[in-house]
């Protein structure tokens, strides 16, 4: 089976752009959640998706936005972004009714 | 809300020494209780879990056991590697505002010397 893939892997966007990042669960796998991982704060949880809805939230402002298709898949988009938007940006899948989850590699977004 | 707490090293150790990372946690109900393993410039991948209080995970030589009366979830390996060199995170899925989500420990990177 294979594993979660996310795209690209490497970004360098500069302040005030918008970058949209890509994430292809495991095939089956309804829920998709995005964590932002930086040295300083570890891994914050940005949201999850299940079946095409937003399921959970967590404490990110606005111009983190998200979306799921209906064969899973899913992208994240920050818009005008900021040097502190700086991070790897993983993505995980479950099945949605276990919380065991699949990572991706991950995609190092890096905004000059 | 849920929370999970766990020291965030580095913790240095020489090949072949005990390893153990604490790891406690509050959340409300009875959470489900995992440990992950980051190797570097890779993405997180689920090393052991236990979903019931005196579970016990364990996977590739380590060993954590679900103690819901002291709310811990403790990971050890009894001889490690260098190849165990990595950041290990500490995590619970619970119910927290009405859904369920996974909570993650801020991570304990771990460096094994040969």
């Known amino acids: 089976k294979a594993g979660v893939t996310q795209t690209p892997r490497y970004l360098i966007k500069t302040r005030g752009q918008q970058v949209t990042l890509s994430c292809s669960p495991i095939?089956?796998?309804?829920?998709v959640s995005w964590y932002q991982q930086t040295p300083g704060q570890g891994l914050q949880f940005l949201f999850e998706?299940?079946?095409?809805?937003?399921?959970n939230k967590g404490n990110f402002p606005g111009r983190f936005s998200g979306r799921q298709f209906s064969n899973s898949r899913s992208e994240m988009n920050v818009s005008t972004l900021e040097l502190g938007d700086s991070a790897l940006y993983l993505c995980?899948?479950?099945?949605?009714?276990?919380?065991?989850?699949?990572f991706g590699p991950g995609t190092r977004l890096t905004v000059t | 809300g849920n929370s999970v707490t766990q020291m965030e090293g580095p913790v240095t150790l020489s090949e072949e020494a005990f390893l153990t990372i604490n790891c406690t946690y509050t959340?409300?109900?009875?959470?489900?209780l995992f440990w992950y393993v980051q190797y570097p410039g890779e993405g997180l991948q689920l090393l052991l879990k236990?979903?019931?209080?005196?579970d016990k995970g364990s996977n590739k030589g380590f060993e954590a056991t679900y103690r819901k009366e002291t709310t811990s979830f403790h990971l050890e390996k009894g001889s490690v590697q260098v190849s165990d060199s990595a950041v290990y995170f500490c995590?619970?899925?619970?119910?927290?505002?009405?859904?369920?989500?996974?909570?993650f420990g801020i991570g304990t990177k771990l460096q094994v010397i040969p």
């Open positions: 959340a409300t109900g009875y959470p489900s």
């Open positions: 095939s089956g796998h309804r829920s």
């Open positions: 998706y299940f079946s095409e809805t937003q399921r």
């Open positions: 995980a899948s479950s099945t949605g009714n276990s919380y065991e989850q699949y």
């Open positions: 236990a979903t019931k209080a005196d």
């Open positions: 995590a619970l899925s619970g119910r927290s505002g009405g859904y369920q989500k996974v909570t």
